[in-house]
């Protein structure tokens, strides 16, 4: 997330709420009696929602686009391109459904339809879990829509996402060193991360992450419950 303005609103998430909106999608797609035979998951956001969508709709043929876009973890570069090229036979002639977890600006999952429906796809069919209101592009499928937008911090990569959000807000605050007290209150500050909001979708998680970023050698100790960016 380096590339991100310093302050923007975070949303922590969980695996009941994520599930759900996999459910909201999956229903969707039968409300249409659309019956895809293959989905097709970009890595790495999409493959929870894709596995979860093969179990609501019944399917066992799932298989993996990864799409290039960022630089570090949230730089935009321009165009997305397709990283790994599809296996032969993954989608020719074949219904799919491509699904991804958010589009931001929509420039992946469009360019990913393109890629698919290129490879001699049957009919291709776009889904997302959330869909932000800058996206340029509407997927066919979507979870839940957000007015606002916010960086949304998703269960499968808490920890990587936790660590880019605590060494930003150490830097920004530019303190000694600092208490976990302390970091939960610039989480708050300056990402709207409000300790109940954290808490309740991500129970006792603070101390496993702050540990994980000593051992990444991110952060060091600096004092007994006090720590500060490594060296
Ligand atoms: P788009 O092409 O729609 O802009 P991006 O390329 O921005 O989509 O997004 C690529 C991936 O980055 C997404 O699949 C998602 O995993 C992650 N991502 C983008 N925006 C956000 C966000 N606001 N919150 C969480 N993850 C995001």
Not at 38 to 43: D, I, S
Not at 46 to 66: E, N, V
Not at 195 to 217: D, F, H, K, T, Y
Request: glycine share 8%; hydrophobic share 40%.
């Amino acid at each position: 997330m380096a590339e991100l303005p310093e302050e923007f609103n975070c949303t922590i998430t969980n695996w009941e709420y994520i599930y759900g909106l996999c459910r909201d999608v999956a229903d969707e797609v039968r409300r249409d009696e659309f019956e895809p035979e293959v989905v097709v998951a970009l890595a790495r956001g999409g493959w929870f929602a894709g596995r979860c969508l093969c179990d609501f709709l019944g399917l066992d043929d799932l298989t993996s686009l990864k799409m290039e876009h960022y630089v570090g973890t949230a730089q935009k570069t321009g165009e997305p391109t397709v990283r790994y090229p599809m296996p032969e036979g993954s989608v020719e002639g074949k219904d799919v459904l491509v699904i991804d977890d958010i589009a931001d600006t929509g420039g992946s999952i469009s360019r990913a339809e393109a890629y698919v429906e290129q490879r001699d796809a049957g009919e291709v069919r776009t889904a997302t879990l959330q869909l932000l209101d800058t996206s340029e592009f509407e997927p066919d499928y979507v979870g839940e829509r957000l007015a606002e937008w916010a960086w949304v911090v998703y269960p499968w990569n808490f920890i990587e996402d936790m660590v880019d959000l605590l060494s930003g807000v150490m830097e920004k605050a530019d303190q000694e060193s600092y208490t976990a007290d302390e970091l939960r209150h610039y989480l708050a500050e300056y990402h709207d991360v409000k300790r109940i909001e954290m808490e309740i979708a991500q129970p006792n998680r603070l101390p496993e992450v702050l540990a994980e970023m000593e051992r990444r050698g991110v952060i060091e100790g600096a004092g007994p419950g006090e720590y500060r960016l490594a060296e």
